[in-house]
T-cell receptor, first 113, second 114 residues
Framework: EDKVVQSPLSLVVHEGDTVTLNCSYE??????LLWYKQEKKAPTFLFML????IEKKSGRLSSILDKKELFSILNITATQTGDSAVYLC?????????????FGKGTKLSVKP | DGGITQSPKYLFRKEGQNVTLSCEQN?????MYWYRQDPGQGLRLIYY???????QKGDIAEGYSVSREKKESFPLTVTSAQKNPTAFYLC?????????????FGPGTRLTVT
């Protein structure tokens, strides 16, 4: 059965700290891994990763994929209170469930002033 | 503005009643999806549609039904057969049929059934 596991499930840090969120997966016919940020409502897209070892970066956020070890990390440096959210990892798998996203449970990040 | 709209934002129903959640997109996306999110859980796929007049069951389709008569619209009906309908429902769309490209999400509908 395809699955995506995120850790930790929740995390509390102070402004300025650096955090690393983890996402491991076991899926059939991996296509891509996506990270989303969910505040109150709709998840907003952060990154899509398809190749191992190539870091994607956007401001203070960065992410990398390891297809050999089947995991990805999302780094946030110099955290701010506005980074408080649930971060969702999703894997797009091909084959019988072609292209459907399988989501992890999310990591709830709380950044305290 | 391009985007995905869902209505209503909050919905309250009595047990035993069917209810339809609206999802409209003006992004010209072919693929649309419905997810359910419960507290502390990830998103679970209910139904998806790659093209007009075609849709497929996701992982938790029991008790739900959909239609895709227009490219822009993908309404979800929560029927009385759904045992635990209270949840947050998210609609999404993507430019490509499943197989590429990120999904864009609507603001969600929070359904409470008592």
């Amino acid at each position: 059965e395809d699955k995506v596991v995120q850790s930790p499930l929740s995390l509390v840090v102070h402004e300025g700290d650096t955090v690393t969120l983890n996402c491991s997966y076991e899926v059939t016919n991996f296509r891509s891994l996506l990270w989303y940020k969910q505040e109150k409502k709709a998840p907003t897209f952060l990154f899509m990763l398809t190749s191992s070892g190539i870091e994607k970066k956007s401001g203070r956020l960065s992410s990398i994929l390891d297809k050999k070890e089947l995991f990805s990390i999302l780094n946030i440096t110099a955290t701010q209170t506005g980074d408080s959210a649930v971060y969702l990892c999703a894997v797009e798998a091909g084959g019988g469930s072609q292209g459907n996203l399988i989501f992890g449970k999310g990591t709830k990040l709380s950044v305290k002033p | 503005d391009g985007g995905i709209t869902q209505s209503p934002k909050y919905l309250f129903r009595k047990e035993g009643q069917n209810v339809t959640l609206s999802c409209e997109q003006n992004l010209n996306h072919d693929a649309m999806y419905w997810y359910r999110q419960d507290p502390g859980q990830g998103l679970r796929l209910i139904y998806y549609s790659q093209i007009v007049n075609d849709f497929q069951k996701g992982d938790i389709a029991e008790g739900y039904s959909v239609s895709r008569e227009k490219k822009e619209s993908f309404p979800l009906t929560v029927t009385s057969a759904q045992k635990n309908p209270t949840a947050f429902y998210l609609c999404a769309s993507s430019a490509y049929p499943p197989g590429g490209g990120e999904q864009y999400f609507g603001p969600g509908t929070r359904l409470t059934v008592t």
